[in-house]
């Protein structure tokens, strides 16, 4: 009898501490819920973006105090602006997804996630004063991107090339 009032206190107790701090959870679980509603179900990904995310804000505190630089409500605004952005990314992929688009919600995390990435990396370096293996990923990074840039920069110049040397004015097929 005694551990059967024992389970029955233990209820009791457990559904007065329900009742403890309602509004707080009340906001967290309509934010959590507006987030699954827009963006898709909870899943790895998601949390692995998430994760991305706060350890981009953190190593970018960590790295501006390092510096020596104040946090400024600027350059707040500029992180809030980026988070939006990045939750209107996710959340249109997200509807092109349920449209019958596959996979473009993992695509907008993937995108999401390797360019917080390459932040966290930055910050990385300047915090670890250029340990050898961030300083050699992010000039890796550094070395793909200015890859990327160089070849459509190329494809342009050879553009304007074309259209100069065709009397018409360009617009013209290229040979």
């Known amino acids: 009898m005694e551990t059967l009032k024992d389970l029955f206190n233990a209820l009791q107790n457990y559904i007065e501490r329900l009742g403890e701090n309602a509004f707080p959870k009340a906001i967290i679980t309509f934010m959590i819920s507006t987030i699954a509603f827009l963006c898709g179900e909870i899943n790895a990904a998601l949390v692995a973006f998430f994760v991305v995310l706060a350890l ?47 996979f473009t919600r993992s695509a907008a995390l993937i995108y999401a996630s390797l360019t917080e990435g390459k932040s966290i990396l930055e910050n990385l370096e300047y915090i670890s004063g250029g340990l050898p293996l961030i300083t050699h990923l992010n000039q890796i990074l550094n070395k793909y991107a200015k890859e990327k840039n160089y070849d459509q920069n190329s494809d342009e110049e050879e553009k304007d090339e074309d259209d100069k040397n065709n009397p018409r004015g360009g617009g013209g097929v290229r040979q």
């Open 56 to 102: 981009d804000m953190l190593t970018g505190i960590w790295a501006a105090h390092k510096r020596g630089d104040r946090i400024e409500s600027e350059v707040a605004k500029k992180g809030a602006v980026k988070i939006i952005i990045y939750f209107i990314l996710i959340i249109l992929g997200h509807s092109l997804q349920l449209m019958g688009l596959p």
